[in-house]
């Protein structure tokens, strides 16, 4: 049975509900806004780019990837945040440059084939089925699309070795693994991957 404190956490930070998720959204666009930002420029998408963000939170990655590319796409399980990254990126949105809709990594409702890039920032731990979620991102990725994970370190017990492998396993190439420690004072060293679905994109594509 989930405990009175598993069950505050989950409605703060797991799938965010309610006053708590609120709360939880606020500390989140504090804590994670360094790391969102790193991953955006370390995927480096570009104007053309279909752009998926898995997990996006209150939106701050959303944002910066959106600065990038005019075509991204974010999905999120939880309806505050959801609410809350519309208020955010309301500009973009009006702008035709982002939009929203609710998923998760294991079930984007992306088209096959359709993204150049997958961004999943500090939510890597909460998918109940990371081999489904992988699966998922590899199918919506075009061949040569760019798959960029990033986690705190903390939250991998078997490290990255062990998610390399489980990504290798999902179809994708070029897997690389690193650790950063983030400029902010208090945030843990995050543990980061970039990989890339295998095959050549198409010609005339963005590279």
């Not at 898995?54 to 959106?66: D, E, F, K, M, Y």
């Not at 973009?92 to 096959?112: E, H, M, N, Y």
């Not at 979620?133 to 798959?147: C, D, M, N, Q, S």
Request: glycine share 12%; hydrophobic share 45%.
């Amino acid at each position: 049975m989930e405990s009175i404190t598993g069950r505050l956490l989950t409605r703060c930070f797991g799938r965010p509900s309610g006053p708590l998720g609120r709360i939880g959204g606020r500390l989140m666009a504090r804590g994670n806004a360094a790391a969102e930002r790193h991953a955006v420029a370390l995927a480096a998408p570009a104007e053309q780019d279909v752009v998926l963000v898995i997990g996006p939170g209150p939106g701050v990655g959303l944002g910066a990837a959106a600065q990038r590319s005019a075509h991204v796409v974010g999905v999120d399980p939880s309806d505050v945040m959801l609410a809350m990254a519309r208020r955010r990126c309301a500009p973009l949105i009006r702008r035709g440059r982002l939009r929203l809709s609710p998923g998760t990594a294991a079930r984007t409702g992306q088209p096959d084939a359709s993204v150049d890039v997958v961004i999943s920032v500090n939510n890597l731990q909460l998918w109940p089925d990371v081999p489904a979620a992988l699966a998922e991102l590899h199918r919506v990725l075009r061949p040569g699309g760019r798959l960029l994970l990033s986690t705190h370190h903390k939250w991998l017990p078997a490290g990255l070795p062990a998610l390399a492998a489980l990504v290798g396993a999902a179809g994708f190439d070029s897997v690389r693994t690193w650790t950063w420690d983030p400029p902010t004072r208090m945030a843990p060293t995050a543990a980061q991957l970039s990989a890339v679905r295998a095959g050549r994109p198409p010609r005339g594509a963005t590279e």
